[in-house]
């Protein structure tokens, strides 16, 4: 079954899609979707990878600078994957061109940053949103659909880990002491994005985020409990961990789901699997998560996830006036417990949701 047709969404007007970077995040997490899932067509990068982008894309208008390309090219839609420091210039930029945008998470490094470019945004009757594409990962959707059927009873308690094991610091812009650098900006707005999804703003945070490796500019580490009345989410990420990766852990009154090990998609991608069948994204069985009761333990099948499926809604919301598949306004949330993380860092307190500076 190919995904690329959906009886629901416009396919007689292409959208000319515009990558701002041409690194990893273009060529692993955007591009695969852009060329392979109408109505998108690749049509403008602004890199310094020129060359490289003619010898693979030969029909892409190239442009050394991103600013040259919001205010020369014909794009319809841009996706920014540059340093999270310049999300907000050129995200408000392609806003006054007229251009819908796509950002990659974190949306931006500052609140009000945030608040300027959703009142662009209306204001240009435009689509903004930040690509949270982990919401449509398959242990995600898991979790998700175990706690809506009941499965597990009310949750007391929800764990969720991104962990690494990568003991030596890299030389990038992420790992660099930079506004918008750190671990914290990197991997935070998934896992909180995700803790949103499941079960609102928390109503308190109480957070670690540390440098832990000798060398580190930034934070690497980060330990964060959010509150809720009746459970608590923790999400953590560490780079010294060479045992498998616990992903999620989520105990209930009536049972509890463990799940190790990171969605396959990224793998996929950067192996070069074209994602045109509706499976591309199923986990093979070895990977599945398992359910505890009070007297079985069995194993869940992974539900299908798929990134097309942001690019799809994304589409309809371009084309058809549909809903945006995230939201400037969803991916904000990210940025305010990002900074209160940070607070409450600072100050060794926790720090509820209601003092936002």
Not at 253 to 273: A, M, N, W, Y
């Amino acid at each position: 079954m190919d995904f690329n047709n959906s009886p629901s969404m416009s396919t007689t007007t292409e959208i000319k899609t515009a990558i701002i970077g041409y690194g990893f995040s273009a060529t692993t997490f955007h591009l695969p979707f852009v060329l392979n899932l109408p109505p998108f067509r690749f049509s403008a990068v602004s890199t310094s990878k020129g060359k490289q982008v003619q010898q693979q894309h030969p029909e892409v208008e190239v442009y050394a600078e991103a600013e040259a390309l919001l205010t020369q090219s014909d794009a319809d839609l841009v996706i920014i994957t540059a340093p999270n420091e310049a999300h907000f210039a050129l995200a408000k930029l392609a806003l006054q061109q007229g251009k819908h945008v796509v950002l990659e998470k974190p949306f931006v490094t500052r609140i009000e940053q945030g608040e300027e470019l959703i009142a662009l945004a209306k204001k240009q009757q435009r689509v903004l949103s930040v690509y949270h594409n982990r919401r449509w990962d398959g242990d995600f959707l898991t979790v998700q659909k175990l706690i809506a059927d009941g499965r597990l009873g009310r949750v007391r308690y929800f764990e969720s880990h991104f962990d690494r094991f990568r003991p030596e610091v890299r030389k990038r812009w992420r790992e660099s002491a930079v506004e918008g650098g750190g671990i914290l900006f990197d991997l935070g707005p998934h896992m909180l994005d995700q803790a949103l999804q499941l079960f609102g703003p928390p109503t308190a945070i109480t957070a670690q985020v540390k440098a832990l490796r000798p060398q580190a500019e930034v934070d690497d580490f980060f330990h964060l409990t959010l509150h809720y009345p009746e459970h608590l989410a923790v999400l953590r990420s560490s780079p010294f961990c060479a045992s498998p990766n616990l992903r999620f852990e989520v105990q209930g009154e009536t049972g509890s789901f463990i799940k190790h090990g990171l969605d396959p998609q990224e793998d996929r991608l950067k192996s070069s699997v074209r994602p045109v069948t509706a499976d591309w994204a199923q986990e093979n069985p070895e990977q599945y998560g398992q359910l505890y009761t009070a007297n079985v333990a069995q194993f869940v099948t992974t539900e299908t996830g798929g990134y097309q499926h942001y690019y799809r809604q994304l589409a309809r919301a371009i084309l058809d006036g549909g809903d945006v598949p995230v939201s400037a306004e969803q991916a904000l949330w990210n940025i305010r417990l990002i900074h209160l993380a940070q607070q409450s860092a600072a100050s060794g307190e926790t720090i509820p949701l209601s003092r936002k500076k």
